[in-house]
């Protein structure tokens, strides 16, 4: 069946298409009873109208980009969740692009977005030069940008996250508190968190009169590979732990990392919580049930995502579509829930 047009209601009806198209506009030049009238026959005659050229004609396309390294690690997916819920009473839609934490996949859709003309972008950045520049320049002419987990960047936009330094502060001081002096602190090498991560791990062991040793970091490039960072992972801990100076206990930095660690442990045999307490970040909702249940830091992944997409709706729905120049560097509260594994 034929879609019925404006000008066909136009002939229908005996009036001139700028008269139709302002009552299907509802539009207060046109008399009431003309719009019912004209209204009533669209609706009668399946008349519906094409959004799409209505969002070119004022420029925008009610597009907003996503991107981010994996959204099956649940922290992300979380973020995702949080967005999808704020957006679904609006007309925006959402495209969700991978990056796998490699700049060059990230640059490529970066390209991608803005040749669909993206009217925003929500990013969890790899920190590349390139992309990062790439971000500017889109964010220099008009495209609003939010940075998500991974804030610590130079590019002057709205962020938000978590208080990494803090955070893990007080993750490491648990586990003194627990009687364990010698922590290996694992993370991977993303310029947005690690180095916040790193620090607050340092700044914890000085506080508390614990000499850094720097074979309790490791750093690991976790865009190499699952099974290149498990082996990694095998080797340094299975290393350590038959040391004349093993650790009593393990920081994982990351979801993704906590996870590969936990099967690290499991396939050499290494018990946890004896001889190795373990604590680190995971947003799975089922930490509880791991045998045994894992002490992790939890961040407010839907708020995160919501929060997100509140401000971009703030700026998208301005009449001028403005941009303020006042950018929030909005710090979220993570939990830490202390369960069996680091005690």
Same mark, same amino acid.
């Given at each position: 069946?034929?879609?019925?047009?404006?000008? %066909?209601?136009?002939? $229908?009806?005996?009036?001139?298409?700028? +008269?139709?198209?302002? $009552?299907?506009?509802?539009?207060?030049?046109?008399?009431?009873?003309?719009?019912?009238?004209?209204?009533?026959?669209?609706?009668?005659?399946?008349?519906?109208?094409?959004?799409?050229?209505?969002?070119?004609?004022?420029?925008?396309?009610?597009?907003?980009?996503?991107?981010?390294?994996?959204?099956? *690690?649940?922290?992300?997916?979380?973020?995702?969740?949080?967005?999808?819920?704020?957006?679904?009473?609006?007309?925006?839609? @959402?495209?969700?692009?991978?990056? $796998?934490?490699?700049?060059? @996949?990230?640059?490529?859709?970066?390209?991608?977005?803005?040749?669909?003309? $993206?009217?925003?972008?929500?990013?969890?950045?790899?920190?590349?030069?390139?992309?990062?520049?790439?971000?500017? *320049?889109?964010? %220099?002419?008009?495209?609003?940008?939010?940075?998500?987990?991974? +804030?610590?960047?130079?590019?002057?936009?709205?962020?938000?996250?978590?208080?990494?330094?803090?955070?893990?502060?007080?993750?490491?001081?648990?586990?003194?508190?627990?009687?364990?002096?010698?922590?290996?602190?694992?993370?991977?090498?993303?310029?947005?968190?690690?180095?916040?991560?790193?620090?607050?791990?340092?700044?914890?062991?000085?506080?508390? %009169?614990?000499?850094? *040793?720097?074979?309790?970091?490791?750093?690991?490039?976790?865009?190499?590979?699952?099974?290149?960072?498990?082996?990694?992972?095998?080797?340094?801990? +299975?290393?350590?732990? *038959?040391?004349?100076?093993?650790?009593?206990?393990?920081?994982?930095?990351?979801?993704?990392?906590?996870?590969?660690?936990?099967?690290?442990?499991?396939?050499?045999?290494?018990?946890?919580?004896?001889?190795?307490?373990? &604590?680190?970040?995971?947003?799975?909702?089922?930490?509880?049930?791991?045998?045994?249940?894992?002490?992790?830091?939890?961040?407010?992944?839907?708020?995160?995502?919501?929060?997100?997409?509140?401000?971009?709706?703030?700026?998208?729905?301005?009449?001028?579509?403005?941009?303020?120049?006042?950018?929030?560097?909005?710090?979220?509260?993570?939990? &830490?829930?202390?369960?069996?594994?680091?005690?």
């Amino acid at each position: 069946m034929k879609k019925i047009t404006i000008k %066909d209601i136009a002939k $229908a009806m005996g009036y001139s298409i700028g +008269t139709i198209s302002k $009552a299907l506009s509802n539009s207060h030049e046109i008399s009431p009873v003309t719009k019912v009238e004209i209204q009533k026959f669209a609706n009668e005659h399946g008349y519906q109208s094409n959004q799409y050229a209505k969002l070119l004609r004022k420029g925008r396309t009610n597009i907003i980009g996503m991107i981010v390294p994996s959204i099956g *690690n649940p922290f992300f997916s979380q973020i995702l969740e949080g967005i999808e819920r704020e957006m679904s009473e609006t007309t925006y839609n @959402l495209i969700i692009m991978q990056s $796998a934490d490699d700049p060059k @996949l990230e640059l490529k859709h970066l390209e991608m977005l803005s040749k669909k003309g $993206a009217d925003a972008v929500v990013i969890a950045a790899t920190g590349n030069n390139i992309s990062l520049k790439y971000l500017q *320049n889109l964010k %220099d002419h008009g495209i609003p940008i939010v940075l998500i987990d991974r +804030t610590n960047y130079a590019i002057n936009t709205y962020k938000i996250g978590i208080d990494n330094f803090k955070v893990v502060y007080q993750g490491i001081s648990q586990l003194i508190h627990q009687g364990k002096r010698k922590i290996l602190f694992i993370s991977n090498l993303s310029p947005g968190t690690s180095t916040e991560r790193r620090r607050g791990y340092i700044q914890c062991l000085r506080d508390f %009169d614990i000499a850094y *040793n720097s074979d309790y970091l490791l750093s690991i490039e976790t865009n190499s590979g699952r099974m290149e960072v498990l082996e990694r992972l095998k080797s340094r801990i +299975t290393h350590l732990v *038959n040391s004349s100076n093993p650790p009593e206990a393990i920081f994982t930095a990351s979801d993704q990392l906590t996870y590969l660690t936990l099967e690290a442990l499991q396939v050499t045999r290494i018990a946890v919580p004896n001889p190795l307490a373990l &604590i680190g970040f995971a947003n799975f909702q089922y930490t509880n049930i791991f045998q045994p249940s894992l002490s992790s830091i939890v961040q407010p992944s839907h708020e995160i995502g919501s929060q997100a997409f509140a401000i971009l709706n703030k700026i998208l729905d301005s009449s001028d579509n403005a941009i303020t120049t006042s950018y929030q560097n909005i710090e979220l509260q993570a939990s &830490i829930l202390a369960r069996k594994s680091s005690e």
